[in-house]
């Protein structure tokens, strides 16, 4: 089985899949200067807790060609179709994490889709979850980041009791604290069963399901920029289509938009 056969695999056991230094240097440095002014303005529009700009293709005084670079590089096209298909491509909105200023901040445990999309039927959801061409995502970080926590293996099946009572803890899924210590809102983290930092390294590309619990601790001391995004096939598609047609919305974020 070559690499991208052996990831494959992986994934579809764990729902993640990391790919190691696969942003070269020369790349990586000039997303660091697009992010470094991208995250300006993010925290000019919304205050210095932004924690996410929600789409750099659509804001204005940020230019696309770079953003897209990362996401034709060949190594990250082998490896979404082997672990996808060859039809997914990349979504039309991609955002960027970045680290709030002033105090740590944490997306509790969730699993998109579920938790933080409105009237979502819990069967429908699951079927689509075991579908492992769907909700897959990406984060690739321009600086070293251990924010994204996961259950690695929770991506295909229904939530088990004890995960359900850890999101319960956190007060519901996908909604944010703050306002209390990084060691508080670490201890959230840790208190689910199996979960996991994923730590990454500037120039990883880390794939995932978002059908997976996971969740985003933000150290304000800790420089995060951060690449992030979906590729979407045809069953991703259709999902949103009927969303759309049925007038219910994507999924909401707690952060502040900004576009
Ligand atoms: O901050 C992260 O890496 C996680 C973000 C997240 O949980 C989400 O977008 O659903």
Known sequence: ?????????????????????????????????????????ARRAAGPQCQRLPNVFATEGLTPDRWRDLLELPTLREHVEALLTPAHRPSRAMALLINPTVEPWLMTWHRDWLHNAEAVDTGEWLDAARNTTMFNQLNAPLYDDASLWIRP???????????????????????????????????????????????????????????????????????????????????????????????????????????
């Open 1 to 41: 089985m070559d690499a991208a056969g052996a990831a494959a695999a992986r994934y579809h056991d764990t729902g993640l899949v990391v790919l190691r230094n696969a942003v070269p240097p020369s790349l990586l440095a000039e997303l660091r200067a697009a992010a470094g002014h991208a995250a300006d303005l």
């Open 153 to 259: 293996g929770s991506h295909n099946r229904p939530s088990r009791p004890d995960e359900e009572a850890a999101r319960a803890a956190a007060g519901g899924g996908g909604g944010e604290v703050h306002g209390r210590p990084l060691a508080a809102l670490s201890e959230i983290c840790r208190a689910m069963p199996g979960g996991e930092p994923v730590r990454l390294s500037a120039g990883d590309i880390a794939l995932y399901r978002n059908s997976s619990w996971h969740a985003g601790l933000y150290d304000h001391r800790d420089r995060r920029a951060t690449l992030h995004t979906w590729f979407d096939g045809d069953d991703d598609r259709g999902w949103q289509q009927r969303r759309r047609s049925a007038g219910k919305d994507a999924k909401n974020y707690a952060s502040p938009a900004l576009n």
